[in-house]
């Protein structure tokens, strides 16, 4: 098959990649030139486990990345994978998915081929068909019998993208023409994971309502935390209790310092906004932000209750990334943290494996170390902000502080003098 793909970012590069890897064509389109280069040129834009391998096997073979939309043209299928950042409202911001779907339309005017355009991205309910449908049709100047429409939402987690996608739990493939979901199906025939057909506007629920609950989870999780941690309880004991019931299950139940990353914040606002728009109260969406909002405080108010005044105070921040074995920063818990502490006049010794870089764009006046020692060497203090699998081992690192003064916001250290944001 012949597959489109706008946007080479977290989703569409690493659909890309996979999809080559199903034996489809493929053509990213991507409007920033200078990641087209480095992706043509084997090089991926993001870190994520096994990409680089991945990508250097299918580049000019069976995938090719360009700014230019003629191959939508050819293509079979055209999978939208631009941003959807949030709005200062908190509502999903729907311009880059706009612009895509105007590029797509203008590219295939004339087209006398059935196509199929499938959104990706994580959308309110109705845009595929109120936004992407009307758009694509007035611009390319086609009949609706002529172009399907599909949402297909996407469930990869960073740090696993790639696993992710070849191993779904499901796809959820929304559509209101029966050819069109077919079509979509097709292209993921190579994997063996249960299909979930619905109509468009489901679809795009699916996605905000799974989000939505696994980020009420974390904060539930947070709040037992905040509850275990004034009883001196290990709450991960008790969750470890609350999950091997098969209703609840195991995942997401690790207290800490909250969520973060460039969805879950992102979709629980705009479900909230759209909640709002629709005049219902949610009540537990809002708990749940809040929730949320509170926890880098309360770390870096235990922070202050052991080491006392922080003015002056030098401070280990170990992991900037919003989770491990990524180097995605976007609404990382140790962005709030850092902008506290330097607020309350903290020196701050940054390290992170692969984040450094993404943090120094944002937060360039703080020192960026080359190692967790490097960081810890004088520190009257450390916090731990993500949960990468190398700082499970640092012990005699801490040896190298003023004063032994550890505080997870992540479960991770396995030497047994550190304390947690709620443990
Ligand atoms: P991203 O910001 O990493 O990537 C988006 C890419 O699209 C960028 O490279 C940007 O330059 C490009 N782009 C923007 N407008 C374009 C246009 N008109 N034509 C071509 N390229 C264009 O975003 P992401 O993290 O990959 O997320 C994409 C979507 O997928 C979002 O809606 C997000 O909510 C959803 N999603 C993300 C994840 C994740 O883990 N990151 C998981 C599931 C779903």
Known sequence: MR???????????????????????????????????YINSGRPT?????????????INCNLKASSDFNSVLVSDITFICVGTPSSSN????LSMIKSASISIGYALRGSEKYHVIATKS??????????????????????KQNIGFVMNPEFLREGRAIHDFMRPDRIVIGSDDRKAGDLVETAY????????????????????????????????????????????????????GVGLDHRINPHFLNAGVGFGGSCFPKDVSALIH????????????????????????????????????????????????????????????????????????????????????????????????????EALNAADACLVMTEWPQFNSLDKEFDLMKSRVIIEGRRILSCNYSEGICW
């Not at 993001?46 to 299918?58: C, P, S, T, V, Y």
């Not at 309910?125 to 758009?135: E, K, N, Y």
């Open 189 to 240: 025939s190579g994997l063996n994971a249960p299909i979930v057909r619905t109509g468009l506007t489901a679809a795009e629920m699916v996605k905000y309502a799974s989000n939505a609950f696994l980020a009420t989870k974390i904060s539930f999780s947070n709040e037992i935390g905040n509850i275990c941690k004034k009883l001196s309880i290990d709450v991960y004991e008790v969750m470890n």
């Open 274 to 373: 759209l909640a709002e728009c629709l005049r219902e109260d949610p009540i537990l969406l809002r708990s749940v932000m809040k929730i949320n909002d509170l926890q880098p405080k309360r770390l870096v108010d235990l922070l202050e209750k052991r080491i006392g005044s922080l003015r002056g105070k030098r401070v280990a921040v170990l992991g900037l990334a919003f989770k491990d074995n990524t180097d995605d920063i976007r609404d990382s818990r140790s962005i709030n943290v850092i902008l506290d502490l330097i607020k309350r006049g903290v020196h701050i010794a940054a390290y992170d494996p692969k984040a450094n870089d993404s943090m120094h764009s944002i937060i360039p006046d703080i020192d960026y170390c080359h190692s967790a020692a």
């Open 3 to 37: 597959i489109s793909v706008i946007g080479g970012g977290y989703v569409g590069l690493v659909s890309s990649v996979c999809l080559a890897e199903l034996g489809h064509s493929v053509n990213l389109i991507e409007i920033d030139d200078g990641k087209v280069a």
């Open 122 to 143: 994580t959308v309110p309910p109705g845009t595929t068909q109120d936004v992407v449908m009307p758009l694509v049709l007035k611009e390319s100047c086609l009949k």
């Open 46 to 58: 993001i870190f994520e486990e096994g990409l680089e391998e991945m990508l250097a096997k299918h």
């Open 90 to 93: 908190g509502s999903a911001d």
